[in-house]
């Protein structure tokens, strides 16, 4: 396999600095100094190869997309149903794995407490959030008219999962010790599978919606 070019290495270097700093420290703490000590660089190679902190977060939210994406096309290869996708995602996002990144959740954790400050940040985030709720709304409409129910309320229904994982997060970074160990993904996938199990049925005749069970390696 070739190797990567040296600036891409460096930028990655920078972008993962960043990624520690704000999941130690927050984003007001990842200064310029704080983000070259991370990544093991002098601070005069964060400014060559990024013109300020912002243009490294989007860098950093971008990494953090790709990553959570991932996660959820590494479970989703082997599902046959929307139901299964759905589940695949809810996987992706809540349940453990070899592929877990604590780090990355504490960062994202971070992100958002930040955005309610910062506009830059604010616009970064709002960005991610928009594609998540697209991705969602996708996998919720699949599934009801899989199931056979009526697609109504598709935005709320989006707004009200992704609020769930949300804050799954924040719990996950500041309360691991006080809420049930792996409790998320099984939660989430119940309160789907009751929401669509009431649901009334597309064309008026009620249709049994199966259980919502995990695609196989998906935990």
């Not at 420290?25 to 190869?49: D, E, F, K, N, V």
């Not at 955005?115 to 996708?138: C, H, W």
Request: aromatic share 8%; no cysteine.
């Amino acid at each position: 396999m070739p190797r990567k070019p040296n600036t891409e290495l460096r930028r990655q270097q920078i972008v993962d600095g960043l990624l520690k700093t704000v999941a130690a420290q927050g984003y007001g703490g990842a200064t310029i100094q704080a983000i070259a000590a991370a990544s093991g660089l002098a601070p005069g190679l964060i400014h060559y190869h990024f013109r300020d902190k912002r243009e490294i977060l989007v860098a950093l939210v971008d990494q953090l997309a790709h990553y959570a994406l991932r996660r959820f096309e590494s479970r989703a290869s082997s599902a046959n149903t929307a139901q299964e996708r759905l589940r695949a995602y809810i996987d992706a996002r809540l349940a453990y794995g070899e592929d877990a990144n604590p780090d990355a959740v504490a960062a994202w954790v971070m992100i958002g407490a930040e955005a309610v400050r910062d506009p830059d940040v604010r616009e970064v985030y709002q960005q991610a959030i928009s594609q998540e709720i697209a991705l969602i709304r996708k996998l919720l409409r699949a599934y009801l008219i899989e199931s056979g129910k009526r697609v109504r309320k598709l935005d709320a229904f989006a707004a009200g999962l992704l609020a769930f994982v949300e804050g799954v997060f924040v719990l996950a970074s500041n309360a691991r010790t006080i809420v049930p160990t792996g409790f998320a993904a099984d939660m989430a996938t119940e309160w789907v599978h009751r929401y669509v199990a009431s649901e009334p049925a597309a064309n008026g005749v009620p249709k049994q919606v199966k259980t919502f069970r995990a695609p196989a390696r998906a935990r």
